[in-house]
């Protein structure tokens, strides 16, 4: 399985981004996807996740800026970003949790937000 995500750059504070990541390759039952950021210095850390059903869990500090969504035909998950701090200024993952085959992880896509 290939984790394939888009979507960063640079933004202000105060702007959005929208994520992407698409999972292809042989996939059984992909159960979770999520995002992950990682800043230098710092331990990984989850930003959001949905399950196939669509149950949803959120960092705090992101809660009612950040929003997850997948679609589960493409097995592409999204993260929509909202009100961007500085603090958001990291590396994001893709994650992928595959109920037979395993967990992947994607290659990162930076997200600075700086003015």
Same mark, same amino acid.
């Given at each position: 399985?290939?984790?394939?995500?888009?979507?960063?750059?640079?933004?202000?504070?105060?702007?959005?981004?929208?994520?992407?990541?698409?999972?292809?390759?042989?996939?059984?039952?992909?159960?979770?996807?999520?995002?992950?950021?990682?800043?230098?210095?710092?331990?990984?850390? &989850?930003?959001?996740?949905?399950?196939?059903?669509?149950?949803?869990?959120?960092? +705090? /500090? @992101?809660? $009612? =800026?950040?929003?997850?969504?997948?679609?589960?035909?493409?097995?592409?998950?999204?993260?929509?970003?909202?009100? &961007?701090?500085?603090?958001?200024?990291?590396?994001?993952?893709?994650?992928?949790? +595959? /109920? @037979?085959? $395993? =967990?992947?992880?994607?290659?990162?896509?930076?997200?600075?937000?700086?003015?």
């Amino acid at each position: 399985v290939q984790l394939q995500a888009s979507g960063g750059g640079l933004v202000q504070p105060g702007g959005s981004l929208r994520l992407s990541c698409a999972a292809s390759g042989r996939m059984l039952r992909i159960n979770v996807m999520a995002w992950y950021r990682q800043a230098p210095g710092n331990q990984r850390e &989850l930003v959001a996740q949905i399950t196939n059903g669509g149950i949803t869990n959120y960092l +705090d /500090s @992101v809660k $009612g =800026r950040f929003n997850i969504s997948r679609d589960n035909a493409r097995n592409t998950v999204y993260l929509q970003m909202n009100n &961007l701090k500085p603090e958001d200024s990291a590396r994001y993952y893709c994650y992928a949790w +595959d /109920s @037979v085959t $395993g =967990r992947y992880w994607g290659q990162g896509t930076q997200v600075t937000v700086s003015s």
